[in-house]
């Protein structure tokens, strides 16, 4: 049974070798796909985004719970990695993998799931948050876990990881993904309700 949990889902599988052909390293862990996973099953009529498609994994992981309602957009600046994933992907409309810049994605926002895994985490983290639909769940990787409050990376405190992690209009925690690696992850607020007594 722990087998079949810990299985990897056809389209991971094809995406994890199209990386390997051309020399791609910087697709997602297993464990943040399964993170993945579990947040497109959670929302089974969202608009699901990514931004850094690299060669699809995150996007074969984000499909593999995708719900037949759903829609999943991707995009990728590098183009052949793009034409890779897209074949990937080929055969099932609900997936759109763009070539360009991250910005792109805003046309299809708000985003009910968002993998910011490439541009706009580190460069433009306030527009990432303004693509969340309320209740929309946004998953970023890559960061090192901390002991320390603030977070701390190399010594310094990780401005990023905090602006994510106290940002007013976000509910966020960090997540364990290996011993050495950690996300986080967090849901958009619904528009304050003023309460007059």
Request: hydrophobic share 40%.
């Amino acid at each position: 049974m722990l087998m079949a949990e810990r299985a990897v889902p056809p389209r991971v599988a094809l995406a994890e070798r199209a990386a390997t052909e051309m020399g791609f390293t910087k697709s997602c862990l297993p464990d943040v796909g399964r993170l993945l996973r579990l947040t497109a099953t959670a929302k089974p009529g969202g608009v699901i985004a990514e931004s850094g498609t690299g060669s699809g994994v995150g996007t074969a992981w984000l499909h593999s719970g995708l719900g037949a309602g759903a829609r999943l957009v991707t995009v990728e600046r590098e183009e052949e990695l793009a034409r890779r994933a897209s074949g990937i992907f080929a055969d099932d409309d609900r997936v759109s993998v763009l070539t360009g810049d991250w910005r792109l994605l805003e046309r299809h926002a708000p985003f009910d799931v968002f993998f910011c895994d490439g541009g706009g985490k580190r460069d433009a983290p306030g527009q990432v948050v303004e693509l969340l639909a309320p209740g929309g769940v946004l998953v970023l990787d890559d960061f090192t876990p901390s002991p320390h409050w603030p977070p701390r990376f190399e010594g310094e405190v990780d401005e990023l990881r905090l602006f994510y992690l106290t940002h007013p209009d976000l509910d966020a925690t960090e997540v364990l993904t290996t011993p050495t690696t950690s996300a986080v992850v967090a849901a958009r607020r619904p528009g304050r309700v003023e309460v007059t007594v």
